[in-house]
């Protein structure tokens, strides 16, 4: 289990290289309106998913309290950041992130990108994958 120190700095971590990456893919201009802090946790209710995640296309984070579970995308259309966060809710995409507390997310054109990136951040910093993700798209 991580103190709250090392979430501190991991929150940071992603906070930064959301920066830098959003920065790099929309300008300078564009980068505080999408930068989504990983820290900005919503509860993990149908309430809450239909009140907040939005009908876009995007990266989300499940979380576990304070621990990451899952990062997924929704490549848009019909397929949503609040879409997927249903499926998940209601266990169609299968029982490990269906017990989620938490959820987060980002906008993003580029939600195979943003999402690989994560997985690969999570990686560095914890020497594994999150438990949900069981492969890197």
């Not at 984070?61 to 848009?76: F, K, S």
Request: glycine share 6%.
């Amino acid at each position: 289990m991580l103190d709250r120190t090392s979430i501190a700095a991991y929150f940071d971590y992603i906070r930064e290289r959301s920066r830098m990456s959003m920065s790099a893919m929309l300008g300078p201009l564009k980068t505080k309106e999408t930068v989504m802090a990983l820290s900005q946790q919503y509860v993990f209710t149908d309430a809450e998913i239909r009140r907040i995640a939005p009908v876009e296309a995007g990266v989300y984070c499940l979380w576990d309290n304070n621990t990451v579970i899952y990062y997924g995308r929704a490549q848009g259309g019909s397929v949503t950041i609040e879409s997927r966060l249903f499926d998940h809710k209601a266990g169609r995409s299968g029982p490990c992130t269906q017990g989620a507390t938490h959820f987060s997310f980002e906008r993003t054109t580029a939600p195979v990108s943003r999402e690989r990136e994560l997985l690969e951040d999570h990686k560095k910093l914890h020497n594994k994958l999150p438990r949900c993700n069981e492969v890197m798209p």
